[in-house]
T-cell receptor, first 112, second 113 residues
Framework: GQQLNQSPQSMFIQEGEDVSMNCTSS?????WLWYKQDPGEGPVLLIA???AGELTSNGRLTAQFGITRKDSFLNISASIPSDVGIYFC????????????WGAGTKLIIKP | NAGVMQNPRHLVRRRGQEARLRCSPM?????VYWYRQLPEEGLKFMVY????????ESGMPKERFSAEFPKEGPSILRIQQVVRGDSAAYFC???????????FGPGTRLTVL
């Protein structure tokens, strides 16, 4: 089945650095979602985007719905140790109002 | 308001046995989704159910796998005659309607020996 292209696969950063990750698709999406998954847990929704060009923040997190409707990015500013985890993008195509297509995840590791 | 609940959290089965995974949606949610996740991968859609109805099972293998969401009680994902390749984390999500945000449970980690 279709999967989104999410990059980078992993990131090693210093505490306090900014982080950026993105997802691209060959299909047009009407919804982009960003989730975080901690080890042994289910994904937790961070930000939901519903309109092309939409820019939404949640604390230190900012995400945007690309103008072409085929991409989205997530930025984390001033990273802290609890930001460690796997971040997933997920999207809904225009021909389905419920089925989510998932990226493979970006693993965020903070160097001590 | 309790979140989505799944049990068991960990399940070990020998090849050929049956695995039954349970999901209780959030209060007020009548839509349930099951996903499968392999290590280092994203989630893969399996099946979407409303109370007593299967809406979309296009992501679920045709053999050995079945799902139900009865009028009363949790949703059940059932895997018969498990094989090693069924080892994965299985997540359930729920929403108040089909187009709403999906909230995920903690998952059931199935290990087939």
């Amino acid at each position: 089945g279709q999967q989104l292209n999410q990059s980078p696969q992993s990131m090693f950063i210093q505490e306090g650095e900014d982080v950026s990750m993105n997802c691209t698709s060959s299909s047009i999406f009407n919804t982009w979602l960003w989730y975080k998954q901690d080890p042994g847990e289910g994904p937790v929704l961070l930000i939901a985007l519903y309109k092309a060009g939409e820019l939404t923040s949640n604390g230190r997190l900012t995400a945007q719905f690309g103008i072409t409707r085929k991409d989205s990015f997530l930025n984390i500013s001033a990273s802290i140790p609890s930001d460690v985890g796997i971040y997933f993008c997920a999207g809904r195509r225009t021909d389905s109002n419920y089925q989510l297509i998932w990226g493979a995840g970006t693993k965020l590791i903070i160097k001590p | 308001n309790a979140g989505v609940m799944q049990n068991p959290r960990h399940l070990v089965r020998r090849r050929g046995q049956e695995a039954r995974l349970r999901c209780s949606p959030m209060k007020g949610h009548s839509h349930v989704y099951w996903y499968r996740q392999l290590p280092e991968e994203g989630l893969k859609f399996m099946v979407y159910l409303q109370k007593e109805n299967i809406i979309d099972e296009s992501g679920m293998p045709k053999e050995r796998f079945s799902a139900e969401f009865p009028k009363e009680g949790p949703s059940i994902l059932r895997i018969q005659q498990v094989v090693r390749g069924d080892s994965a984390a299985y997540f359930c999500a729920s929403s108040p309607s089909g187009a709403d945000t999906q909230y995920f449970g903690p998952g059931t980690r199935l290990t087939v020996l």
